[in-house]
């Protein structure tokens, strides 16, 4: 079965998370994502080659398990862009691919010698999409960033908290992650405006602009009503304003660091959490309408917590969706991997295999097409893994003319 | 006028609180976006914040935000001939994105298969909290019991696990959701410019948590271990140090990567001396070890007690010199030295910040029926051919009723 993007072809510069997430997309429908990376820094392009966690007691840039994770279904190939040759096979690629993408720093790839208007010069129409933390313009231009760094400026580190506390923020890179969407989005409607125009086109994407996107409302609230930054400690983001609900929160349950999530939606929430726990204090007239409730949420939070904190939390969560009141175990990894039947059913977590590491499960996607669904088998590429296949299959050399470039420091 | 990457595409959306971000990253990319609310409006409008805080169908901030550059017709799609439109308006798209749909609304002729027989390059998209037709798709869920359940509450926290673990703001599972949902949507596009066959595409929010909690996930998948959450930093199966730190002037920053190599200790030393701070600073003539050190093999930590020393005194330097620095200026002095620090800024702050100003990101959207334009969160990207940009403020309850009734007659 083709993949919704069997068409396409990538000439991906791509790394981490920020940059791979997005190909690793376009992969995973069929598109060819050919990874470049540098034969002299031996993989160092990519930190995350050598990264944790690893499969057994192997270690080195084929072993690095968010590496695999972020890079299935790619090709790669190796290719020293300091020699002529190198420059000349990479023009050859790029003239017979529809997108390059990349995240590196800004500035990288000019001085490469693959800025956009020298790709442009070799393809017409090309699509390139840059990501990196500040973007290609702008004071902040030459800042360095990485995903916490990202969510502490666009305003997401803040808005992650409890009250009296400082920002909790995100435990993960959100915005690697997010940028990754974002630049795949980018990728996409770009492809999309060259098939109705036939323009190729650059596009600066900046992850802290998306992600200060991602806070809408309150940067409104602020703009339009002149709100006053809020101190970081009265920031109480288990709590629900957009839309207000009570109770709203994450309260212990039986078990260490065990927990459960509950979401009171409306008065029937409220009336039928109250019927599920068999409360008194659930009929108090105080808590039966939201504004009562919003003004009692201390108190609530309270009385829920001494509910739930004797009950397992699968088991409470259970007796809540029973009187359909939104509610959900927080899971720990094993719990969501290995025993919710929802991620199994879907097939969320397929086997690749890696030449070196064998089978591994990785992060599938979480859409389905009925008629081009996509496909994860292939782990991520080893070091020029597909010269053969790139430079001979694809460019046409020949296989001395590889083991010579081989030899050269070409490849 | 500069067209958009998505002139000409038809959208219709019908959706809840899990597709509305999906529908205005497409409207803001020039796509042709009906909204289609119940007569009596989205929910969303009674959804504060609210302009001058007063609440009112057409004053919630949050309605504004995510509905921009879209149009907007009411249906009471209890009622047949309503229904009618709605079939007409999907009959002439190219793109459904629905989430939330009333019940009974697909046994009565809107399941994808039904839509799709009437309109064969019509791409259908489904957004859901667990997934068409999964075991959990009865559930009743919200953005916070999507993300407990499906790992980010998990990773986020405080060191004290006594305190419970955290939903971060801004309702970010449905925006996941919806980012799957452009991404997903743009692919069947490009696969219909090539074929001509639409498709349905079933977007699984719970899903979409799951596989957006990097080593929360991963750590597991490939070595079975799990990561514990940690205050302002990443949950980690090895508790590491923290980097969150509170400023002079009382805001926090993130004092990111320590110092690694010489150059790296070279500029620490340059920014103490050049505040004064050199003296004050008890392990200064650690630093300047530092300066000297040529081999800085992080991997030899363990055996090599005066790396870990200076190594030590690096992170303790930026520390210190955070606590002692307005979190801006240790933002930008920091940066500006190569080290890859941050400022944590509220939410309101980037549109006031000169980097996010030179780069256009804050925008003014006119709002006519109040005489008044405001400033919005602009551009996530910027093309250079097919501009992002907002064409519209959200739609006034029903205000493109009479136009877009009159295209279907017409």
Not at chain 1, 126 to 153: L, M
Not at chain 1, 226 to 248: E, L, W
Not at chain 2, 16 to 21: A, F, Q, T, V
Not at chain 2, 273 to 282: C, I
Request: charge should be negative; charged fraction near 25%; hydrophobic fraction near 40%.
């Amino acid at each position: 079965m083709p993949g919704a993007l069997s068409h396409l072809r990538i000439c991906d510069f791509t790394g981490q998370l920020a940059g791979a997430g997005a190909t690793r997309f376009l992969a995973a429908l069929g598109a060819q994502v050919i990874r470049i990376e540098d034969p002299v820094a031996q993989g160092r392009w990519d930190i995350l080659r050598g990264m944790p966690p690893f499969v057994d007691e192997r270690r080195g840039v084929e072993f690095g398990g968010p590496f695999n994770n972020h890079n299935v279904e790619k090709l790669g190939v190796t290719l020293n862009l300091r020699t002529e040759r190198g420059r000349e096979l990479l023009r050859a690629l790029v003239a017979i691919s529809d997108v390059v993408a990349e995240n590196f720093s800004a500035g990288v790839m000019e001085r490469l010698g693959f800025g956009y208007e020298a790709l442009r010069a070799i393809r017409g129409d090309i699509v390139y999409v840059s990501n990196c933390g500040f973007g290609h313009e702008g004071p902040y231009r030459d800042f360095k960033t990485w995903g916490p760094i990202v969510q502490a400026v666009s305003g997401l580190t803040f808005s992650s908290g409890l009250p009296g506390q400082p920002p909790a923020g995100w435990g993960y890179s959100y915005m690697d992650h997010t940028g990754g969407y974002y630049m795949a989005i980018a990728i996409l409607m770009a492809l999309r405006h060259r098939n109705r125009t036939g323009e190729g086109q650059w596009v600066d994407l900046s992850c802290t602009d998306a992600g200060a996107s991602l806070s809408g409302p309150a940067l409104l609230d602020a703009a339009v009503n002149g709100r006053a930054t809020p101190d970081a400690g009265a920031v109480h983001s288990n709590r629900s304003r957009q839309p207000p609900m009570a109770p709203h929160g994450v309260y212990p349950s039986r078990g260490e660091d065990d927990w459960v999530a509950i979401a009171c939606r409306d008065d029937r929430d409220w009336a039928a959490l109250g019927e599920a726990a068999g409360a008194d204090w659930a009929r108090d007239a105080r808590f039966a309408a939201l504004d009562g409730r919003l003004a009692a949420e201390d108190e609530l939070d309270a009385l829920v917590a001494g509910w739930t904190r004797t009950r397992d939390k699968f088991a409470a969560a259970a007796a809540l969706q029973a009187a359909g009141v939104p509610a959900a175990a927080v899971q720990r990894p094993q719990e969501r991997i290995d025993r919710d039947p929802n991620t199994a059913a879907w097939g969320l977590w397929p086997t690749v295999t890696h030449r070196e590491m064998g089978e591994v499960r990785v992060d599938g996607l979480p859409v389905h097409f009925s008629e081009t669904d996509w496909r994860m088998e292939r782990g991520g590429p080893c070091l020029g893994e597909h010269n053969e296949e790139v430079f001979g299959g694809l460019l046409g050399l020949n296989a001395d003319e590889i083991a010579a470039l081989r030899a050269e420091g070409v490849l | 006028m500069t067209e958009g990457a998505l002139e000409g595409l038809r959208v219709v959306e019908l959706c809840d609180e899990l597709g509305m971000l999906a529908g205005k990253l497409l409207a803001d990319m020039g796509a042709d976006v009906v909204k289609v609310e119940p007569p009596e409006g989205d929910p969303v409008r009674a959804w504060p914040p609210f302009l001058d805080d007063e609440p009112g169908a057409e004053r919630s901030l949050a309605f504004w935000h995510y509905n921009t550059s879209k149009a907007g017709v009411t249906l009471d799609l209890a009622r047949e001939g309503d229904r009618g439109r709605l079939r007409a308006l999907i009959a002439r798209a190219d793109l459904y994105l629905e989430s939330g749909a009333p019940p009974g609304l697909a046994a009565a002729g809107f399941d994808a298969e039904t839509l799709r027989a009437a309109n064969a390059g019509l791409i259908v998209v489904t957004i859901s909290p667990f997934g068409r037709n999964m075991p959990r798709a009865g559930e009743a869920a919200t953005d916070l019991t999507i993300l407990a359940a499906g790992g980010p509450v998990w990773n986020c926290g405080y060191d004290d696990h006594a305190l419970p673990p955290v939903r971060g703001g801004g309702n970010q599972g449905y925006h996941t959701a919806s980012h799957f949902a452009v991404m997903a949507a743009l692919a069947a596009l490009l696969y219909r410019d090539e074929t001509g066959r639409g498709q349905h595409v079933d977007v699984n929010a719970h899903a979409a948590a799951n596989v957006t909690t990097e080593a929360g996930t991963y750590s597991w998948l490939v070595a079975r271990q799990t990561v514990e959450r940690q205050t302002g930093r990443h949950a980690a199966v090895n508790p590491s140090m923290p980097t969150q730190v509170r400023c002079a002037d009382g805001r926090h920053a993130n004092t990111g990567v320590p110092p690694r190599g010489p150059a790296a200790f070279a500029a620490l030393c340059e920014w103490l001396e050049t505040l004064g701070l050199a003296d004050e600073f008890a392990e200064t003539p650690l630093l300047e070890e530092g300066t000297r050190r040529e081999r800085f093999d992080l991997a030899a930590l363990a055996g090599d007690e005066e790396l870990r020393a200076i190594f030590g005194a690096g992170r303790a330097a930026m520390n210190f010199l955070a606590s002692r620095l307005n979190a801006y200026d240790f933002f930008t002095g920091g940066q500006r030295r190569g080290f890859q620090v941050g400022i944590v800024n509220a939410p309101g702050e980037a549109l006031a910040d000169p980097h996010f100003i030179a780069r256009g990101f804050p925008v003014e959207v006119g709002h006519p029926e109040l005489g008044r334009s405001f400033t919005y969160a602009g551009a996530p990207y910027r093309f250079q051919r097919s501009p992002w940009r907002i064409r519209r403020h959200a739609p006034l309850l029903g205000e493109d009723n009479e136009r877009v009734f009159a295209e279907l007659e017409g």
